[in-house]
């Protein structure tokens, strides 16, 4: 069940949006996001729920195929007017309640936009929920498995204990492709999670990883263990213990949601149930003498690289003592 509250975006949204819409009634609806004009709710005359985008342009924009659940389209209305229909094409509980999430974060991140280039945001934002609104559980690599157990790990049980959650889930900037997976106010950490069968050294898989552009760097390594005990947590606990933090607010919860949505619709279900509890974890001051490769010190012509760091050299800048400091104050 995900868990839906009031906040502040209830001055713009209804928290179900076609609660007031008994009978069919497209074309015509009632406004979806109140504070633009062009998106709308209604039922059509299938009785079936859909939000449409209203607006000049788009003559040369195609809907999307190949989506689960939804059907996407392009209408022509008159003197160039389009619409872009989005429409629930199944009907349990839990694919409307998704289903208005969407639709309430494509009309919130996309409102700025005009034109056609309004109907390609909307298609890439409703594209970007595709695993949420239907996983795929085709299975995570080993890598992706790890590598989200660890940052959830951070995010759910460090971070959100420190600070507000909702303040966390806008910290936490990984999933956006951003450099660093959580940037504070002057401080980044990269966050680099691995099993206990290889703890010697850590691995870095881009020029940009540990590539300082805040006032400090840091580098948290998590080595976890599969666990059948008690103090084994899975991946589905860590996320719906967010969830569960993010509660009093839909606007955080939303983008939670969303930053989500990739990998975790992949895991498959032997992944979201699989234990794994922390062995060690060490945060380390990324300082100039850090041993690391930066776009400093490469030269231009080299596109990407990969490299491994033995963790016995870099003791020296193991500040894990001070973790929670170095958080609660970054």
Same mark, same amino acid.
């Given at each position: ?36 004009? &062009? *998106? %709308? @709710?209604?039922?059509?005359? =299938?009785? #079936? ?120 889930? &806008? *910290? %936490? @900037?990984?999933?956006?492709? =951003?450099? #660093? ?123 990407? @690289? ?25």
């Amino acid at each position: 069940m995900i868990m839906m509250t009031m906040n502040k975006y209830e001055a713009f949204f209804k928290d179900d949006p076609w609660e007031q819409i008994k009978e069919p009634c497209y074309p015509a609806g009632r406004r979806l996001y109140l504070n633009d004009g &062009r *998106f %709308w @709710v209604s039922r059509n005359d =299938k009785d #079936q729920i859909l939000f449409f985008v209203h607006e000049i342009g788009g003559r040369s924009v195609n809907g999307l195929e190949n989506l689960e659940g939804v059907e996407v389209r392009i209408e022509e209305i008159k003197n160039d007017e389009y619409r872009l229909c989005c429409i629930l094409t199944v009907t349990d509980a839990e694919m409307r309640e998704k289903f208005s999430i969407v639709s309430k974060d494509v009309a919130h991140h996309c409102s700025q936009f005009k034109g056609a280039q309004l109907f390609i945001q909307v298609q890439e934002r409703i594209k970007s929920w595709a695993n949420f609104l239907k996983p795929n559980r085709c299975g995570l690599s080993q890598s992706e498995f790890v590598g989200l157990w660890g940052e959830l790990y951070v995010v759910s049980e460090l971070l959100m204990n420190i600070h507000s959650p909702s303040d966390v889930v &806008r *910290f %936490w @900037v990984g999933p956006e492709g =951003k450099k #660093q997976d959580i940037t504070l106010n002057s401080i980044a950490i990269e966050v680099k999670a691995s099993l206990s069968g290889d703890p010697r050294s850590i691995q870095i898989s881009s020029i940009d990883q540990l590539d300082r552009i805040t006032e400090k760097l840091y580098l948290l390594h998590l080595i976890a263990n599969p666990s059948n005990s008690e103090l084994g947590i899975t991946l589905e606990t860590l996320y719906q213990n967010c969830l569960r933090n993010l509660a009093h607010d839909i606007g955080a919860e939303t983008l939670f949601l969303q930053k989500t949505s990739e990998l975790y619709g992949k895991a498959n279900e032997g992944q979201l149930r699989e234990k794994l509890s922390i062995v060690s974890l060490s945060l380390f001051d990324v300082r100039d003498d850090f041993p690391c490769i930066t776009r400093e010190v490469i030269n231009l012509g080299i596109a990407s @690289v990969k490299y491994e760091i033995l963790v016995s050299s870099i003791k020296k800048f193991d500040v894990t003592d001070d973790i929670e400091g170095i958080i609660k104050n970054g």
